[in-house]
C-alpha cells in the first residue's frame, strides 16, 4: 500500500530535550516536506526537500533541522524543543515538486513540549 | 507571497444539499490548484488536482473549477452525505513554485 507514514504518532517531552521525528514514504518520490498545523494559523510549511541531499527552508524552519540522506526517509530533528513548537506535524511527500503533483501526506504526529 | 483565503470558516447543512466552498488567492500566477480534505485527527488527503488549462475536474460527486483571472477557486459537493463531514483544504503554489500554500479549511458538517 502506498503511504507516508511517520512516528511517533503522539509526544510528550520537556523544553530542550532533542527529539526526532520519523518521516517514510514507500512510493519512489523526490519530494518530500513538513508541515505544522496550529488552531487559526492553518497548515504552514517547515522545510522540504527536492532530492537526496537538497533541503530548503519553508516558512516557519526556526528551531527545526532535517537531512535527506535517502530518498525514502526525511525525518525533522528538533535540537532544543520550545514549548511553540508544540503543534501537529505532518509530513508529505509527492512525486516531484509539491506544486505539481499530488501530495501524499502522512498521519500526522501530535508533539507538546512542556 | 502567496495567500490564501477560505470562507466560511464552518458551514453546517442538511444531508442531501449541494453546498459549494469557496477558495481565493492572491497570485493568480498559478497553474494548479489542489484540494484537500482532513478528517479530525488524521492527515490530508487529496481530492482534487485542478490544472489552470482545465479549468475544472470532477471526482465522483465533487466538481472543482479554477478561475485564476479572479483569483478563486470553488469545491461543488453535490448530494451532501454525513460522511462528507470533514475540513476541506485548497492550496496554491507558492512564487518559487515549489511550496504549496495553504487556506485555513472550512469546516463542513452534513446533519443526518
Known amino acids: 500500500e502506498a503511504q507516508v507514514t511517520q512516528n511517533p504518532r503522539y509526544l510528550i517531552t520537556v523544553t530542550g530535550k532533542k527529539l526526532t521525528v520519523t518521516c517514510s514514504q514507500n512510493?519512489?518520490?523526490?519530494?518530500m516536506s513538513w508541515y505544522r498545523q496550529d488552531p487559526g494559523l492553518g497548515l504552514r510549511q517547515i522545510y522540504y526537500?527536492?532530492?537526496?541531499?537538497?533541503?530548503d527552508k519553508g516558512d516557519v524552519p526556526e528551531g527545526y533541522k532535517v537531512s535527506r540522506k535517502e530518498k525514502r526517509n526525511f525525518p525533522l530533528i528538533l535540537e532544543s524543543p520550545s514549548p511553540n513548537q508544540t503543534s501537529l506535524y505532518f509530513c508529505?511527500?509527492?512525486?516531484?515538486?509539491?506544486?505539481?503533483?499530488?501530495?501524499?501526506f502522512g498521519p500526522g504526529t501530535r508533539l507538546t513540549v512542556t | 507571497k502567496q495567500e490564501v483565503t477560505q470562507i466560511p470558516a464552518a458551514l453546517s447543512v442538511p444531508e442531501g444539499e449541494n453546498l459549494v466552498l469557496n477558495c481565493s488567492f492572491t497570485?493568480?500566477?498559478?497553474?494548479?490548484l489542489q484540494w484537500f480534505r482532513q478528517d479530525p485527527g488524521k492527515g490530508l488527503t487529496s481530492l482534487l488536482l485542478?490544472?489552470?488549462?482545465?479549468r475544472e475536474q470532477t471526482s465522483g460527486r465533487l466538481n472543482a473549477s479554477l478561475d485564476k483571472s479572479s483569483g478563486r477557486s470553488t469545491l461543488y459537493i453535490a448530494a451532501s452525505q454525513p460522511g462528507d463531514s470533514a475540513t476541506y483544504l485548497c492550496?496554491?503554489?507558492?512564487?518559487?513554485?515549489?511550496?504549496?500554500?495553504f487556506g485555513s479549511g472550512t469546516q463542513l458538517t452534513v446533519l443526518p
Open positions: 508529505a511527500s509527492s512525486l516531484f515538486r509539491a506544486t505539481t503533483y499530488e501530495q501524499y
Open positions: 512510493m519512489n518520490h523526490e519530494y
Open positions: 526537500s527536492m532530492n537526496v541531499e537538497v533541503t
Open positions: 497570485d493568480s500566477a498559478i497553474y494548479n
Open positions: 485542478i490544472q489552470s488549462s482545465q
Open positions: 492550496a496554491a503554489p507558492s512564487g518559487s513554485a515549489r511550496q504549496l500554500t
